[in-house]
């Protein structure tokens, strides 16, 4: 399974934006449960457009804090729902839910610092 984290990425960030990463890390760790459960409930009502918006967020905000795993499904999943679909999301998110756990923990390892 691909890494939930690019450590050398997170590692980047953290020199460029020192402390100020850490409100990043966190607003990311607090919202992404959310995001996952509408995604979820975006693709059990068969919404395509909510799939799409809500996988396109998701995309660039695991980008921005090197959970590069994580936006590499919900582009996947971003793709399928521009496309007027839901077809194959739900195991993508799947891959999202399970690649959360690890990139959560890693990330709150991080912001304990």
């Known amino acids: 399974m691909e890494q939930a984290i690019d450590a050398d990425t997170l590692q ?8 100020a990463l850490n409100e990043v890390l966190l607003t990311y760790v607090e919202v992404m449960p959310t995001q996952i459960e509408e995604l979820g409930r975006a693709i ?28 590499n499904k919900a582009e996947e999943i971003e793709l399928i729902g521009r496309a ?30």
Not at 12 to 19: A, V
Not at 46 to 54: E, G, M, Y
Request: glycine share 12%; no cysteine; proline share 0%.
């Open 84 to 113: 007027g679909g839901t077809e194959g999301t739900a195991v993508l998110l799947e891959h999202i839910r399970d690649m959360f756990v690890e990139a959560d923990q890693v990330l709150r390892e991080e912001l304990r610092g």
């Open 12 to 19: 980047e960030l953290r020199s460029l934006m020192g402390d």
């Open 44 to 71: 059990s009502l068969n919404d395509a457009d909510s799939v799409f918006n809500i996988a396109h967020k998701m995309k660039s905000s695991s980008g921005s804090v090197g959970a590069t795993g994580i936006a």
